[in-house]
Nanobody, 120 residues
Framework: QVQLVESGGGLVQPGGSLRLSCAAS????????MGWYRQAPGKQRELVAH???????NYVDSVKGRFTISRDNAKRTVYLQMNSLKPMDTAVYYCNVEVTDWRFARRAYWGQGTQVTVSS
């Protein structure tokens, strides 16, 4: 079983910055792709940023140039650096991590979610 623990959310003024972290624990063979999603009230969950095991990244258009996803495989952690935050970025942010388990099966797990509120 894999557990994901998120941290770093909070209240920030427009134009401010936050850094989200998501650490994976448990026993597995390999970390695969990792990503951050968000869900605003009354809206569907959307993919914000994604990073492959090789380090290739992609972003939803609305955050390009403002958000940066990165990973530290030794720490089993994925990060989301969010700069120039806007009120439209307000949402619950979830990390999603895919692993290969000891039976060579790919499994995806979700973090518990962390609230990001951008408001003056």
């Amino acid at each position: 079983q894999v557990q994901l623990v998120e941290s770093g959310g909070g209240l920030v003024q427009p134009g401010g910055s936050l850094r989200l972290s998501c650490a994976a624990s448990g026993s597995f063979l390999r970390l695969n792709d990792m990503g951050w999603y968000r869900q605003a009230p009354g809206k569907q969950r959307e993919l914000v940023a994604h990073i492959t095991s090789e380090g290739t990244t992609n972003y939803v258009d609305s955050v390009k140039g403002r958000f940066t996803i990165s990973r530290d495989n030794a720490k089993r952690t994925v990060y989301l650096q969010m700069n120039s935050l806007k009120p439209m970025d307000t949402a619950v942010y979830y990390c999603n991590v895919e692993v290969t388990d000891w039976r060579f099966a790919r499994r995806a797990y979700w973090g518990q979610g962390t609230q990001v509120t951008v408001s003056s």
